[in-house]
């Protein structure tokens, strides 16, 4: 079974970094491009990052471009993302997502943490 | 960025009905579009890929259609577990984006 826990959301305040991350189990991790999604309260879904199974590729959208970074640790089945320079609009539910085996699309999301910037 | 625009925001349907969802994108995506549902509480869930692929374990009551900027998702006979949210996404160009989901409830 596909698990996917996500750890490492909180109160931080604005300018400062935090760092989340995704715990995979169930599937070979190595072989699936890995994803963050965000949600902010009571509002739609953004794509945060993106990640290719090797970690040498990564994507971001440009409201989080130079401040977030993604990574993966092939060994230990996790996928990371370094959030930088907060700020009050990050406020969101961040979720890991696995890839698809036919393209990039969020086959499995895991449960999400709750990052929260604010004074 | 292609803006993914979702119809209706909300609707209200009976057990058994048929219900129908649009999502228009500003550009043409080649069918480079998937359809989540997401349940109060619960974290997205991938029902439809490349505009009418069905995901694994998902019940031959969803299908999708469409091409160009049109697509559609439909739900057959609608059941009680059917109350959620759903979202249409595009991944044909960066940055991926969503539509801003449609509410379906139980009349």
């Known amino acids: 079974e596909v698990q996917l826990v996500e750890t490492g959301g909180g109160l931080v305040q604005p300018g400062r970094s935090l760092k989340l991350s995704c715990v995979a189990s169930g599937f070979t991790f190595s072989s699936y491009w890995m994803y963050w999604i965000r949600q902010a309260p009571g509002k739609g879904l953004e794509w945060v990052s993106s990640?290719?199974?090797?970690?040498?590729?990564?994507y971001y959208p440009d409201s989080v471009k130079g401040r977030f970074t993604i990574s993966r640790d092939n060994a230990e089945n996790t996928v990371y993302l370094q959030m930088n320079s907060l700020r009050s609009e990050d406020t969101a539910a961040y979720y890991c997502?696995?890839?698809?085996?036919?393209?990039?699309?969020?086959?499995?999301w895991g449960q999400g943490t709750l990052v929260t910037v604010s004074s | 960025d292609i803006q993914m625009t979702q119809s209706p925001a909300s609707l209200s349907a009976s057990l058994g009905e048929t219900v129908t969802i649009e999502c228009l994108a500003s550009e043409d995506i080649y069918s480079n579009l998937a359809w989540y549902q997401q349940k109060p509480g619960k974290s997205p869930q991938l029902l439809i890929y490349y505009a009418n692929s069905l995901n694994d374990g998902v019940p031959s009551r969803f299908s999708g259609s469409g091409s160009g900027t049109q697509y559609s998702l439909k739900i057959n006979s609608l059941q009680s577990e059917d109350v959620s949210i759903y979202f249409c996404?595009?991944?044909?160009?960066?940055?991926?984006?969503f539509g801003a989901g449609t509410k379906l409830e139980l009349k």
């Open positions: 996404q595009q991944n044909y160009d960066s940055p991926y984006t």
């Open positions: 990640i290719n199974t090797d970690g040498g590729n990564t």
């Open positions: 997502a696995k890839g698809h085996y036919s393209g990039d699309w969020f086959a499995y």
